[in-house]
């Protein structure tokens, strides 16, 4: 089975610090996505990336940047945290969808940030 | 780029009757991948069912079915018999062939299921 982790399921910080939430997945993949989930909003691509030291800004990355230095490891980073960033962030892979084959996302099981 | 639009919220739905969960999105593309998510209380995310645009048969597993609608952008999910495990937030997802494989989701619908 596809397994993707995340380093923490729930997360406190103070506003103003640097936080990373690490995400690591074990099949390969070369599509690695972050979101973040808010009620009512469903699920806003945050950054993802397509390979290795590749990045692409999804639809909400202001106050966000991501990294990538291997191909199992997807690291988003909060520059300087504030209390709006205050949500849900998943974490997804998925392989490049080659041959015609409805490839989905694989999830992790996000983690819970909250700023104060 | 493209949008989904959940427009249910909330649903519910007796144990064993059956629900169906609507999804619409928006796409100039011609092929293109949909999806069905499930997320628990437990905030795992997992797949229910997934369809190829190029593709007009309906796909069925097990007890949740779709019904695609190429030319209208509808894709809604029937669940059967429905069970108490199958309260969740359910998310319809589109994957774009071209926008470097981005995939756009709705808003989600709540299902809870009455006992």
């Known amino acids: 089975d596809v397994k993707v982790t995340q380093s923490s399921r729930y997360l406190v910080k103070r506003t103003g610090e640097k936080v990373f939430l690490e995400c690591v997945q074990d099949?390969?993949?070369?599509?690695m996505f972050w979101y973040r989930q808010d009620p009512g909003l469903g699920l806003r691509l945050i950054y993802f990336?397509?390979?290795?030291?590749?990045?692409e800004k999804g639809d909400i990355p202001e106050g966000y940047s991501v990294s990538r230095e291997k191909k199992e490891r997807f690291s988003l980073i909060l520059e300087s945290a504030s209390t709006n960033q205050t949500s849900m962030y998943l974490c997804?892979?998925?392989?490049?969808?080659?041959?015609?084959?409805?490839?989905?996302?694989?999830f992790g099981p996000g983690t819970r940030l909250t700023v104060t | 780029a493209q949008t989904v639009t959940q427009s249910q919220p909330e649903m519910s739905v007796q144990e064993a009757e059956t629900v169906t969960l609507s999804c619409t999105y928006d796409?100039?593309?011609?092929?293109?991948?949909l999806f069905w998510y499930k997320q628990p209380p437990s905030r795992q995310m997992i797949l229910v069912i997934r369809?190829?645009?190029?593709?007009?048969q309906n796909a069925t597993e097990n007890r949740f079915s779709v019904n695609f609608q190429k030319a209208a952008k509808s894709f809604s999910l029937k669940i059967s018999d429905s069970q108490l495990g199958d309260a969740a937030m359910y998310f319809c997802?589109?994957?774009?062939?071209?926008?470097?494989?981005?995939?756009?989701f709705g808003t989600g619908t709540s299902l809870t299921v009455i006992p």
């Open positions: 369809q190829e645009a190029y593709k007009q």
């Open positions: 099949m390969d993949h070369e599509n």
């Open positions: 990336s397509y390979d290795v030291k590749m990045k």
């Open positions: 796409t100039s593309e011609s092929d293109y991948y």
């Open positions: 997802a589109y994957r774009s062939l071209n926008t470097g494989n981005q995939f756009y």
């Open positions: 997804a892979s998925s392989p490049y969808p080659a041959g015609g084959g409805a490839y989905e996302q694989y």
